[in-house]
């Protein structure tokens, strides 16, 4: 039985009779998956299996210091890697007691007890406080920087404690803190929270899933997608991380974005193509249209988010071009097993992808009998309703909501969080780490100047290190005590540490670093340097250099999201309205982010509420971090939605019906796949580290926003408040591609008959060509 010809449309707008229709990206891969299910099926788990094995064979190579810093940080720790200087992890153990002098005793059994060890180097002795109430013994490990061997630091963790053991009754407090004490502590929270938020989210986004489908087997099927997406890219994130170092968070985010994705765009599939069957159409029909629509969709959404991805590259920073690798590998994986495997698996399961059924649970039911479908989406048509009535008033007060949760973004503070504070409230080695800071001002943490010469033992490199010295000792109103000078003679490199005045990130301590950096090492120690080549690195300085970078590198990377998301949404929906709304709509969202995140984390407003606390700044790199994701993220329900508003109007609907007809259709898809997303990045917000709070609370806010106040109320409002103006396009760009948003070859003057449904052409084959069996009319296949 051959496929009649269809009418199709020429560039002209003129039809041509006789031409078969054209079908797109989506439609075209969906067809070779369901024509050749096997080979889809089996190559798509080959190819897993393949990622999965050879990254793990490799495993993730991980960036150096210097890699990881930017600017004078950068150039102060190549210096010492160049050198092939390993700086041992230092650490500091307080002793204090209430009475003067009283803690020296236990000072001296500390010092004792650690170097019995055998696992320290260059055990200080004990540097008094001011009130002289406490004393700060300073040592280092000794053995490779780089090992990851945690046994010698726990013997020294032991020793420590069995002497506070010891004077437990004795008024005698002994707080330790450092750098290898830090990584114990980071390692082993690190490995705990990404096995929570995996077996965490995967089961809360099933059992979404299985609410949203009523079945195990259509529950599994985004779930099953997004995991086996991510395993993919995390194989092959290792195999670049040889020419592209990869920070070990990038695993988590790329978990979060595989997870969002990879179920979003499955859902998006799956609902569409159960829409169809509860319309009527028959299973192969019901899917060849999910491929020429929804696929379309997943396509173009995915191309967005990975695109705005890429404006991640643009920051100089290379954590974020780690971040760009990730997610665009995810994204792809994810877009291309939902255009490919999914329609395979859902041709080769028919009707069993309802097994498993949950009494009381699922969606509307299939309605075959009469080929019409119960009005959809009443829940979203009741709110819906007085939004169209008056949109002008609802756009009013959901840009005032928008605007109003926005505001406390205009006084966010950034920083680069120093590792006690990433630490939740009282935990031991943070309590250690404030005690210590506020006795010792920069002890834990001093800022470190690296001079390169061309003879560190010359009589005048000598002699400016000697008053560099001296200076920083008698201004005491920007510097803190123990002072230190390494000199490294075959590497002709010295190193100072300065400790800063204040808590190390006030605004005290970045008034000493900037004394430090432009006036003292300028003056002292530059005339002696190599080329000029002494430069100030340290946590503070560290967090600044990253700042500073950030704010340089923020603007490109908006002005290109905001750019190629505009040519995107104008090429795929032909509207420069459209497009120009997708920006504003996109931008309400993160400015609410970040609104909320400020609020939360830096002013402690309802802080308790989310299981957290204040610290006073947003980590460094979250901002660009949240707009990136959610430009890309928020494409996922702008593409899905305006997609189905364009269909309906080319279906000859009104825009006022259009926009109805799309919303409601969406409703449960895109309420879904928001669910899914907040409870995915929700987890997040109940790790222990600080930052992953702070993406966690952000994007979960901001997507519940997105998917509630700005797409079921700002959208619809704003389009009916321009009408037909939606679809305006300059005469000068009617040459762009023209991209169908519905089933390739159905008219577009279709009127929609009065229960919402819409009659389909082309009948006489099957899905991709293959002939139907029994009909070849369109009456008797709605039939």
Known sequence: MRRPSTPTTSRSGREVPGRPPRQGLAARLGGWSTRHRKTAVFGWLLFVVLAAVLGGMTGLTEPTDSEQSVRDSARATAILEEAGIDEPPAESVMVSSADKDGWRATAREVVRAVE?????????DPLPSKDGKAGLIGFEMRGDPDSTDEKPINEVIDAVGEVRAAHSGDGVEIHQYGEASAMKWLNKILGEDFAKAEWTAVPLALGILLVAFGALVAALLPVALALTAFLAANGILALVSSQLHIDQTTNSVMLLMGLAVGVDYCLFYLRRERDERAAGRDADTALRIA???????????????????AGMFLSGLLLFKGFAVATILVVFIAMLGSVTILPALLSWLGDRVDKGKVPFLGGRKRERAAGRRKPAGRVSAALLRPVLAAPGLFAVLAAVVMLALAAP???????????????????????????????????PAPARVVLKADDIRSAGVRAALTDFEKTVREDTGHFGRGVETAVHPKQNVAVVDVPLAGDGTDETSLAALDTLRGTLV??????????????????????????????????????????????????CFRS??????????????????????????????????????????????????????????????????????REAKDRGMSTREAIRDGIRATASAVTGAALIMVAVFAVFATLSMQDMKQMGVGLSVAVFLDATVVRMV???????????????????LHRLPRMEHGEAGAPVTASPSPDGSTPLEAWGAGPYGRPQQGTDRPSEQVR
């Open 714 to 732: 700002l959208l619809p409002a704003v389009m009916m408040l321009l009408g037909e103006r939606n679809w305006y396009l300059p005469r000068w």
């Open 116 to 124: 019995d060890t055998g696992r320290v180097e260059n055990v200080s």
């Open 409 to 443: 973004a205009l006084g966010m503070k950034t920083e680069q969080l120093s590792l006690d504070k990433q630490m939740p409230k009282g935990t031991e080695l943070r309590v250690s780490a404030e005690k210590i800071s506020e006795t010792f001002p920069g002890g």
């Open 576 to 645: 420069v309205p459209i497009a120009l709304a997708s920006i504003v709509l996109n931008l309400l969202s993160v400015g609410a982010a970040y609104g909320v995140m400020t609020a939360v984390f830096q002013h402690g407003w309802g802080a308790e509420l989310f299981g957290t606390e204040a610290v006073g700044a947003i980590e460094s790199w979250m901002p660009l971090f949240v707009l990136v994701v959610l430009f890309g993220l928020s494409m996922d329900y702008h593409v899905f939605v305006v997609s189905r508003i």
């Open 291 to 309: 491929a020429a629509t929804s696929g379309r969709a997943v396509l173009v959404s995915g191309v967005t988010v990975m695109v705005a991805m």
């Open 522 to 571: 300028p003056e002292k120690l530059a005339p002696v340097a190599a080329d000029g080549q002494v430069y100030v690195t340290g946590e503070l300085a560290g967090s600044k250099d990253f700042n500073d970078q950030l704010k340089d590198g923020i603007v490109p990377v908006f002005v290109f999201i905001t750019v190629v998301t505009f040519l995107l949404m104008l090429v």
